[in-house]
Nanobody, 127 residues
Framework: EVQLVESGGGSVQAGGSLRLSCAAS????????VGWFRQAPGKEREGIVR????????IYADSVKGRFTLSQDSAKSTIYLQMNSLKPEDTAMYYC????????????????????WGQGTQVTVSS
């Protein structure tokens, strides 16, 4: 089974940058969908980016489009989320997730489409 471990979270001032990592181990993920999600206290988990590792096709939520960029290092089975121009509203616990199955809605980044989750990494953006 695939295990996912996130890292790279921390505290940064508004306008700053962070790079999150999601390291996959246990089984190959080259044909998996991988998503990044975030959840702020009292709010629902929000999908922000999803990639199909088989093709590299990536979609972003409007809330992060143009500021966040996903990349992958296939040799290391690691997916990176580069976050630039961070805002206080980006403060949340960030999770990566994986699934070998096609999402129910190709246009949505839904937590319900993912069954494998990491433990999360906290991102705090101060104003």
């Amino acid at each position: 089974e695939v295990q996912l471990v996130e890292s790279g979270g921390g505290s940064v001032q508004a306008g700053g940058s962070l790079r999150l990592s999601c390291a996959a181990s246990g089984s190959p993920v080259s044909r998996h969908y991988v998503g990044w999600f975030r959840q702020a206290p009292g709010k629902e988990r929000e999908g922000i980016v999803r990639i199909y590792l088989g093709s590299g096709y990536t979609i972003y939520a409007d809330s992060v489009k143009g500021r966040f960029t996903l990349s992958q290092d296939s040799a290391k089975s690691t997916i990176y989320l580069q976050m630039n121009s961070l805002k206080p509203e980006d403060t949340a616990m960030y999770y990566c997730a994986a699934s070998p199955f096609r999402p129910a809605d190709a246009r949505a980044i839904s937590p319900a489409d993912f069954g494998l989750w990491g433990q999360g990494t906290q991102v705090t953006v101060s104003s």
